[in-house]
DNA sequence: TTAAATATCAATCTTAAGGTTTAGACAAAA
DNA sequence: TTTTGTCTAAACCTTAAGATTGATATTTAA
């Protein structure tokens, strides 16, 4: 068994919980290990977000399951205040979508209720070390989700060939300006040609798209990964 | 030590890497594995896709650092063939872009050649039984790119207000058959009110969220999630 | 070396898009 | 009750967008 570790401070954690019987034991738990130090409670997310501004926490435990202000919602509003505050989300579930929110939003670790409070203990060590900590069953469970989302993804655009494909280098940078709502005038300009010529490519851009206005090349572009082939650009 | 298991029949195994020494030296280690089968090899992405295709293997293990095509684009094709084959990324960087991006597009796995011997066999036979396996110190570099990506996103959109919400419900009905290219003519049939109608909605749009034309709606409403607000939406 | 693809531009035309003003009907709130 | 917000609509106008034809220079591939 690995010792817990030492940080020169002890780290300061806040829990948060609806469920005050559960929010003891874990607080007795943690109070076991010599350089934890739980500085607060909450039964509800809106007095945890408060707590977190005050105290400025190295760690939250955040049921994730309340009624009220949701848990998620409540990580979100934390993150946004760019403290040093590592989130640990804590539930009941290992519903994968959760998970994924749950990360998606800033979360430094998730863990069940139901797992070892050793793995509670070893998941704030690592993290206070800068990690991210997923158990290897949620770890697993998270990537399925991921991967599926992705696929369907992949499966609207590539279920018909791409026609991006068929632009010509010109036509390309021609419809990047158009994804950025410029006009043919604007296009004219950037490029350093007329505006005829402008509308020759759009035009060629159209046909090869097989749509009949700027507003639906653009959605085409968007829909089939035009911009972002590297970048991931997700929209929330 | 973890016994190899016994799956019924032995698993098959197609290596990919443009370096022969490096393939030799794979093939001798996992055919030291009673129950695994190197059936083939390849060095380039564009064999490997016509070996996959036709010996459709359980298992691919990918170097996706080659000239020419490359791994990642190899990965892409081969998912697209939708075999029960599962591909395992095999490279010398951690570098959380890669890393991202092959398991964006399906890999099941992600080793790096440096690692041990034995933990190449291990994913294995974990990817066998239907899990992903990323080595912990990878997951941990997956997740921080997968957060920093997603926490630019939210503060793209934050960081002003946004603007949707002073849209009526009659305008956000408009937009959003904007954000599907209809023209005026065709929003008034769809919403049976005459074009003037539509004309005025739309330019009160415009107003609201400071733009100039249908183009810059649209993107605007994409870009501070007008759709899918609930549901994730990914662009490549 | 031809043919094909690409990039450039003009002229002309039609239509869709966008701007502005005014106004009636209706419901909800003050 | 009066005001406010919303939805509806018309009339008028300007400009941007889109379609079409034709033409030239350049590059690339067959």
Do not use: C, W
């Not at 929010?23 to 007795?28: A, Q």
């Not at 972002?228 to 929330?236: E, G, Q, T």
């Amino acid at each position: 068994m690995r010792r817990t570790m030492d940080y020169g401070k002890k780290v300061k954690i806040i829990l948060v919980d609806d469920n005050y019987e559960h929010l003891l034991g874990i607080k007795e738990l943690i109070n076991i290990e010599t350089n934890f130090d739980v500085i607060a409670t909450a039964a509800n997310a809106n007095i945890a977000i408060n707590l977190v501004k005050k105290y400025q926490p190295d760690i939250v435990l955040m049921d994730i399951n309340m009624p009220e202000k949701d848990g998620l919602t409540a990580i979100s509003e934390m993150e946004r205040l760019n403290l040093d505050t590592k989130i640990i989300a804590l539930t009941g579930y290992d519903d994968p979508d959760l998970i994924f929110r749950a990360m998606k939003i800033g979360a430094k670790g998730y863990i069940l209720k139901t797992m070892a409070s050793a793995q509670l203990i070893y998941a704030i060590e690592e993290i206070m070390q800068g990690k991210i900590y997923l158990p290897s069953g949620l770890s697993s469970r998270f990537f399925e989700y991921f991967q599926k989302t992705f696929k369907e993804e992949t499966n609207n655009t590539t279920s018909q060939e791409n026609l991006l494909q068929f632009l010509t280098q010109r036509e390309e940078e021609v419809l990047e300006l158009l994804t950025q709502g410029v006009t043919y005038k604007g296009v004219a300009q950037k490029l350093f040609i007329s505006e005829t010529t402008v509308k020759t490519h759009v035009n060629n851009i159209f046909q090869k798209l097989q749509v009949n206005d700027r507003t639906q090349a653009v959605l085409y572009a968007i829909n089939n990964g035009f911009m972002n082939r590297k970048k991931l650009k997700i929209a929330i």
